[in-house]
């Protein structure tokens, strides 16, 4: 079992009012501070899922519905990915 720490934030009153009841909004912050670490790449995919308690299947799902790309590769780093599998798939047919 992982360990918990509680913080206590203050936010402005409209702000709270936004993220609506007190325990949707906790929710809702841990949700946005685990996207944020993902999006700054501090942490992965696999640990966010963890995080908020989904399977990787409903992380994904959860990014799309927020509108933030799973898969974050360059152009030049997808077309590495794609020779990657090519080769792959001439060595094994």
């Known amino acids: ?3 918990t720490m509680t913080l206590q934030l203050e936010f402005p009153t409209d702000l709270a009012a936004l993220l609506g009841v007190q325990s949707q909004a906790t929710e809702l912050a841990k949700e946005y501070i685990v996207l944020g670490l993902y999006q700054e790449n501090r942490i992965s995919g696999g640990k966010a899922a963890e995080l908020l308690g989904v399977t990787r299947r409903g992380f994904v799902a959860l990014l799309a ?5 799973y898969f974050r590769l360059t ?3 997808w077309v590495e990915e794609v020779d990657t599998v090519k080769a792959w798939v001439a060595r094994h047919g």
């Open 75 to 77: 152009p030049g780093e």
């Open 1 to 3: 079992m992982s360990q």
């Open 65 to 69: 519905r927020r509108g933030i790309d």
